[in-house]
């Protein structure tokens, strides 16, 4: 299969994924199973499955339910043209072998693709419900962990490398959590350190929890500034957790370079 077919049909596949992802967020959200029919969150009509065909869909209805002609959020298509474009880069990662994590020798790249796709949808998923809703749901961090545990495992990376990262970043949460019993982070936020830590490892896990801290500045003043959000309301620092990771996992050791290289 060439190179660019692959890109393309993993790109397809994070297309499909993400309208997954986005029912995922607002079933759970709005308390309803997740294999039901699709519905318009207005008129509650079950939409038809030529108005389904994710980016596409949205774009031929121009953003509006067909029968009551309510907006349809635009995060669908967002989501959706997101994760395509993120598992079309785990993919080019793996197929041109750039930027592939160190214990990886042989030919478990397959796996590593499986592992991004994966845990992709889950650090997605929380990125969305908890810039929308303000919460980092357990049922979706914690089995992410023991995926990521498992994956990594799989893959060859060691025990120590693995609770390296995974208790330097889920201890710095939880040392502040200790310090101002539970006003400065939350539970939710020593889990996503966890997440991070096991995912990444050291010196990644860093990286990416220094770009959590980046994001979170820039994002926080896009919010004051969109009049999103006050000064005293919820900073979602699980969003800026997840997107730092998932930027970490694609761009991580280039980031890196280029910050040492800009020390120097
Ligand atoms: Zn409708």
Redesign the pocket.
């Known amino acids: 299969m060439s190179i660019i077919l692959a890109i393309i049909l993993a790109g397809v596949l994070g297309i499909l994924t993400g309208s997954i992802v986005n029912a995922t967020v607002l079933r759970t959200k709005a308390g309803l199973p997740l294999m039901s029919r699709a519905r ?6 079950p939409i038809h499955w030529f108005d389904l065909i994710p980016v596409l869909s949205y774009f031929v209805l121009k953003g509006r ?6 907006a349809i959020e635009w995060q669908y298509p967002a989501v959706e043209l997101a994760m395509g474009l993120l598992f079309a880069l785990f993919a080019a990662r793996v197929v041109l072998g750039l930027g592939i994590p160190s214990f990886i020798t042989g030919t478990e790249t397959g796996i590593l693709f499986v592992r991004d796709a994966v845990v992709a949808v889950f650090l997605v998923i929380i990125f969305l419900y908890d810039f929308r809703f303000s919460v980092i749901p357990d049922k979706f961090s914690i089995p992410a962990i023991i995926l990521v545990i498992l994956f990594n495992a799989l893959l060859g990376a060691s025990a120590f490398s693995m609770l390296l990262g995974g208790l330097s970043l889920g201890g710095f949460f939880a040392i502040q959590y200790l310090v101002s019993q539970g006003r400065w982070v939350g539970g939710g936020d020593i889990r996503m350190g966890l997440l991070m830590g096991f995912l990444l490892g050291l010196p990644m896990g860093i990286v990416a929890l220094f770009l959590s801290y980046v994001i979170g500045a820039l994002g926080g003043v896009l919010l004051l500034a969109g009049g999103h959000r006050s000064t005293t309301s919820h900073v979602p620092f699980g969003t800026f957790m997840a997107g730092a990771t998932v930027i970490t996992m694609v761009f991580g050791p280039w980031l890196l370079n280029t910050y040492l290289a800009l020390l120097q």
Do not use: Y
Request: proline share 0%; with cysteine.
């Open positions: 318009c969150w207005s008129c509650v009509e339910c067909r029968r009551c002609s309510a």
